[in-house]
Each structure stands twice: as structure tokens, then as C-alpha cells.
């Protein structure tokens, strides 16, 4: 099984940008689908991106489209979140997390199904 470790979290102004990276490691991330979520305090964890195999398809929650940016590379076995005009509400824990197969949407989005997931890296965007 795939195992995940996110890092390059940290705190940012409104407006400021950061790049949340996902470092796999136990099998390459070649085969599968992957994905970030985020979780803030009380709420669910909610799907913010996610990327085909070969990065050829993308797919964005509304709330973030045109402002992140998902991308991977496999030789490095990494998968990057590029975070653009960050707001407030951006601030959450992300998570990555690997998928077997580029599905509808509406499966993409959620949690169920992902596996490998790590312990997440903090994002706090002040106004």
C-alpha cells in the first residue's frame, strides 16, 4: 500500500500563495489517481483536487478553480497543490490521498474510496 506524507503547510496572508507538496513512498504513484481534500476545525473533509494518472485530466472543487493548481511527478514520486490568491476560508488541514481508477466526478470528490492518507499539513490564511 501506498503510504503519503504531506509538508509545505504554513501561514500566509490573504492573497499570498504556497505549494503543499505529497511524497509517496511504498509503491510509485504511477498507478494511481490522486487527490487532495482539506478538513477545517468542525467541518467535514471536503475535495478540493484531483489528477489522472499521467496528469493528462484535472478536476476542481468550484471553490478553488482558477486559484489551485494540482499537479504530480512521477519520477519524484510527488504530487504538488500550487494555492494562488489564498482566502481565509482556504484555511483547513490538506490531506493527499491515492485512488486505483479516474472516475465520474461525483466519486472523484469523495473521501471513500482514497486510501493512504496521510497526516496532513496545516494552511492558515490570515485577513
Known amino acids: 500500500q501506498v503510504q503519503l506524507v504531506e509538508s509545505g503547510g504554513g501561514l500566509v496572508q490573504a492573497g499570498g500563495s504556497l505549494r503543499p507538496s505529497c511524497a509517496a513512498s511504498g509503491r510509485t504513484i504511477t498507478n494511481y489517481v490522486m487527490g487532495w481534500f482539506r478538513q477545517a476545525p468542525g467541518k467535514e473533509r471536503e475535495f478540493v483536487a484531483a489528477?489522472?494518472?499521467?496528469?493528462?485530466?484535472?478536476y476542481y472543487a468550484d471553490s478553488v478553480k482558477g486559484r489551485f493548481t494540482i499537479s504530480r511527478d512521477n519520477a519524484k514520486n510527488t504530487v504538488y497543490l500550487q494555492m494562488n490568491s489564498l482566502k481565509p476560508e482556504d484555511t483547513a488541514v490538506y490531506y493527499c490521498?491515492?485512488?486505483?481508477?479516474?472516475?465520474?466526478?461525483?466519486?472523484?470528490?469523495?473521501?471513500?474510496?482514497?486510501?493512504?492518507w496521510g497526516q496532513g499539513t496545516q494552511v492558515t490564511v490570515s485577513s
Open positions: 489528477i489522472s494518472w499521467g496528469g493528462s485530466s484535472t
Open positions: 490521498a491515492a485512488r486505483g481508477a479516474w472516475t465520474t466526478l461525483s466519486v472523484l470528490s469523495s473521501p471513500r474510496g482514497y486510501t493512504g
